[in-house]
């Protein structure tokens, strides 16, 4: 909450902390949408990635390369080859091993955007919807400010 209180600049309203610390909740939310939009985004670089929507898909996906990757470990064990081996023994355990510890080539980051983009719009809309919230709260937070009392939505309205 120290954006809050950087926005009270030094008063000590708690009504004026409370408009703040609304602010300071939309502020960290927006934040938070974009670091995971990123974080998406980068997520779908990896080859075996899918988006959100089919994780048992990928979860599938991941278990079969889980099960290969043991079984070639195993058949590395099993090729290991002794000190005394010949050269050509080494040479198939050296093919071998670059095979297991092979790496997969990024995917095309327009493909990345493509697979990303169901994702990315039901983010939007939540982005949207944080930016609207965070409108309307500081629009109290500076109606309060200038000395304007803006009454909570369906509250009830106080006598005079």
């Known amino acids: 909450m120290e954006l809050a209180r950087l926005m ?3 008063e000590d309203d708690p ?7 609304r602010v300071a909740e939309c502020d960290i939310l927006i934040r938070e949408i974009r670091q995971f939009r990123n974080r998406l985004l980068e997520r779908l670089e990896d080859p075996q ?3 959100t929507g089919q994780a048992s898909k990928e979860r599938k996906l991941r278990f079969s390369q889980m099960n290969e ?3 070639k470990g195993e058949q590395l064990m099993e090729v290991h080859p ?5 050269p050509e023994d080494r040479v198939k355990f050296d093919e071998l091993m670059k095979e297991y510890w092979a790496v997969r080539k990024d995917r095309d ?3 990345v955007w493509f697979m990303a983009l169901p994702d990315l719009v039901r ?6 919807r944080a930016w609207s919230r965070r409108k309307r709260m500081f629009m109290q937070y500076i109606a309060y400010l200038a000395g304007c009392r803006v009454p909570r939505p369906f509250a009830p309205q106080q006598g005079p």
């Open 8 to 10: 009270c600049g030094g």
């Open 15 to 21: 009504a004026l902390f409370e408009k703040a610390a």
């Open 49 to 51: 990635a899918y988006p």
């Open 69 to 71: 990757s043991m079984a």
């Open 82 to 86: 002794p000190p005394d081996s010949s």
């Open 109 to 111: 980051p327009d493909d």
């Open 123 to 128: 983010i939007s809309r939540y982005e949207r």
